[in-house]
T-cell receptor
Framework: AQSVTQLDSHVSVSEGTPVLLRCNYS??????LFWYVQHPNKGLQLLLK??????LVKGINGFEAEFKKSETSFHLTKPSAHMSDAAEYFC????????????FGTGTRLQVFP | DAMVIQNPRYQVTQFGKPVTLSCSQT?????MYWYQQKSSQAPKLLFH???????NEADTPDNFQSRRPNTSFCFLDIRSPGLGDAAMYLC?????????????????FGQGTRLTVV
């Protein structure tokens, strides 16, 4: 069965410093992987997705993620944090062949300090 | 713009009084989902439709029902809301590409309905 593990429940950074949000996945087949962001009292917005094309995926707002099969990881990064990046981030996996459901990680709350 | 719209954004209902939340989409996606999200938790899938086929999660209480009268609309009915049902309810859609062997594409979420039970 597929699953995702977000290794940090909270991450705090200073504005202008790099962001790293970690995600490891488990999937029987080649997965589709996604990162979503959720601001308070809002729905989820897709940041980026990996669907077996390029392993380095660029998303919106300067975020990117690298699919590493050998490490079963899909970490989210951004070179320079902005105050507006403060939100909850979810790593999500969809098994390519077995399901039309999305499996969510437990989320990482990103705080950005001035 | 094509999108997923949930109404209302905020809903207050009385304990035990039936309530219906609505979701509409202009994306023409064949898969629609309802998620429940409690504070500081990940969204929890309640059920989803693949076209007209209803797929209930094993741990979704019978108190929660859903209807999908056509491709564009989907409703979440809570027959007798309890205090524990207070949460954000998220509707999402996706275009399943199963026919091409690629599984589901990304989901598009509405803004959610915040349900308060008093």
């Amino acid at each position: 069965a597929q699953s995702v593990t977000q290794l940090d429940s909270h991450v705090s950074v200073s504005e202008g410093t790099p962001v790293l949000l970690r995600c490891n996945y488990s999937s029987s087949y080649s997965p589709s992987l996604f990162w979503y962001v959720q601001h308070p009292n809002k729905g989820l917005q897709l940041l980026l997705k990996y669907t077996s094309a390029a392993t380095l995926v660029k998303g919106i707002n300067g975020f990117e993620a690298e699919f590493k099969k050998s490490e079963t990881s899909f970490h989210l990064t951004k070179p320079s944090a902005h105050m507006s990046d403060a939100a909850e981030y979810f790593c999500v996996v969809s098994d390519l062949y077995n399901t039309d459901k999305l499996i969510f990680g437990t989320g990482t709350r990103l705080q950005v300090f001035p | 713009d094509a999108m997923v719209i949930q109404n209302p954004r905020y809903q207050v209902t009385q304990f035990g009084k039936p309530v219906t939340l609505s979701c509409s989409q202009t994306l023409n996606h064949n898969v629609m989902y309802w998620y429940q999200q409690k504070s500081s938790q990940a969204p929890k899938l309640l059920f989803h439709y693949y076209d007209k086929d209803f797929n209930n999660e094993a741990d979704t209480p019978d108190n929660f029902q859903s209807r999908r009268p056509n491709t564009s609309f989907c409703f979440l009915d809570i027959r007798s809301p309890g205090l524990g049902d207070a949460a954000m309810y998220l509707c999402a859609t996706s275009r399943d590409s199963r026919g091409q062997g690629k599984g589901v594409t990304e989901a598009f979420f509405g803004q959610g309905t915040r349900l308060t039970v008093v």
